[in-house]
């Protein structure tokens, strides 16, 4: 079973040997048994790795997120191929209806919305009337944009006007950070799946790699957001605020009317997609939330 998320913050070594990451430190040796990783975050550039251990980690799945000088995400090591008939996958993809993928597109946005919407009403924020008011009024496909509009009104609600997401502040930092978790979990579904994280539903970026992952990880959004807003406002973003953004891959949901951790609700609810656009039926689509 694969659970743990290691974090790299230190220089160090990390090899392989004997199905074991290896961590080598100056007076400190730690190994972790590959089977039980999930994720490797590499937050300091100090860090050297060897190509047997990349291999090693690509063949268990094994998501490896690396992160810049200022310690923010900003690479992921993705397989390319991540089944054994990765190319028929393709084909399948390229070829998916026109009208499915916008019906599962427009309950992907409702889902979100939906969620916004049990936030800002858990929080008494008197906007949560609007965005009940945008989901009455989401069209097939949100021709409208009605996804957009709850974005502004729900983001404004939580941090006032003036807030924007291209802002450098903690809080764009603390949510930036949170969703580079998850949209790198859903990398690891999607290619391990066998498909290709470029081609979205409504992302449709040339310079975005992920721009299904974008569209599929909408409505676990809320699961960063609730954290980074209980933190408030610190100024700054700290290494433990870090950690809990991390932990919350190992946080429970419920999913199919069972209690699944987060990344494996991701795991459930990303396959559940997949069946329904090859099946061409929505119900089969597995949404999660937070109590029975």
Known sequence: MTWRTVVIRDRAKLDYKMNY???????????????ELYMIIVESTAVSITSVLLNELIKNKV?????????????????LYGSHDTSLKYRTQIN???????????????????????FLKELNKKEYKLLEQYLEELEYN?????EGHSAKVYF????????????????????????????SAFNREI???????QFGFNHHNQYNPFNLSCDLMEPFRIIVDKIVYS????????????????????????????????????K????????????EDLTLIKTYRYEL
């Not at 961590?23 to 040796?29: H, M, T």
């Not at 998501?63 to 397989?79: G, M, Y």
């Not at 433990?240 to 891959?249: D, G, P, R």
């Open 21 to 35: 990451l290896t961590v080598r430190k100056e007076q400190e040796i730690k190994r972790i048994n590959i089977n």
């Open 191 to 197: 290619v391990a799946s066998g498909y290709a994280t």
């Open 156 to 183: 404004n609600s939580l941090y006032g006007k003036d807030f924007n997401r291209d802002k450098e502040c903690f809080t764009n930092s603390a949510l930036n950070y949170g969703y580079a978790i998850i949209l």
């Open 96 to 118: 998916w209806k026109v009208n499915i993928v916008e019906s599962i597109w427009t309950k992907i946005v409702y889902e979100k919305i939906k969620k916004q919407y049990d």
């Open 63 to 79: 998501q490896v997120l690396f992160c810049d000088e200022k310690r923010n995400p900003c690479s992921n090591l993705i397989a």
């Open 142 to 146: 949100d021709v409208t944009n009605r």
């Open 231 to 266: 933190f408030g406002n610190c100024g700054e973003f700290s290494t433990e605020h870090k950690n809990l953004l991390i932990q919350m891959l190992n946080n429970y949901v419920y999913i199919d009317n069972k209690k699944q951790t987060v990344a494996n609700a991701i």
């Open 268 to 279: 459930i609810y990303t396959q559940s997609i997949f069946k329904s656009l090859n099946e």
